[in-house]
């Protein structure tokens, strides 16, 4: 026998996949989308809200993501999806991207009210 069917026999115990968090990616794809999604806005309060958005929440979850990914590579059972670790980048991209127009605006309009 080869694979994990024998080290599942060896060991007498049923051993479950260890997969990504692919919840965390999600919400982090959510939360940059929706910082994009801002810059439709022209309120003062739609670029704070992008700006927060695009930085605090997704490079938190996208942060968030990597730790407990690397963690569970560990595991002999992790399954690797490749194309996470890309999302995960294009969704920080994406979102400190519209973070950084953003806080542009912000500046913009509190320069303006100086």
Same mark, same amino acid.
């Given at each position: 026998?080869?694979?994990?069917? &024998? !080290?599942?026999?060896?060991? &007498?115990?049923?051993?479950?996949? !260890?997969? #990504? #968090?692919?919840?965390?990616?999600?919400?982090?794809?959510?939360?940059?989308?929706?910082?994009?999604?801002?810059?439709?806005?022209?309120?003062?309060?739609?670029?704070?809200?992008?700006?927060?958005?695009?930085?605090?929440?997704?490079? &938190?979850? !996208?942060?968030?993501?990597?730790? /407990?990914?690397?963690?569970?590579?560990?595991?002999?059972?992790?399954?690797?999806? #490749?194309?996470?670790?890309?999302?995960?980048?294009?969704?920080?991209? !994406?979102?400190?991207?519209?973070?950084?127009?953003? /806080?542009?605006? /912000?500046?913009?309009?509190?320069?303006?009210?100086?």
């Amino acid at each position: 026998m080869g694979g994990q069917d &024998g !080290v599942r026999q060896e060991y &007498g115990v049923e051993a479950t996949a !260890v997969r #990504p #968090p692919r919840w965390m990616l999600v919400v982090a794809v959510a939360t940059a989308a929706g910082a994009a999604a801002c810059h439709t806005a022209v309120a003062f309060a739609a670029h704070v809200t992008g700006y927060v958005l695009g930085s605090f929440a997704t490079i &938190g979850f !996208v942060a968030l993501f990597a730790q /407990i990914d690397t963690r569970r590579q560990q595991d002999p059972f992790y399954s690797r999806l #490749p194309w996470l670790r890309t999302l995960a980048a294009v969704a920080l991209t !994406v979102g400190v991207g519209a973070a950084a127009v953003h /806080i542009y605006f /912000i500046a913009w309009e509190l320069a303006a009210r100086c």
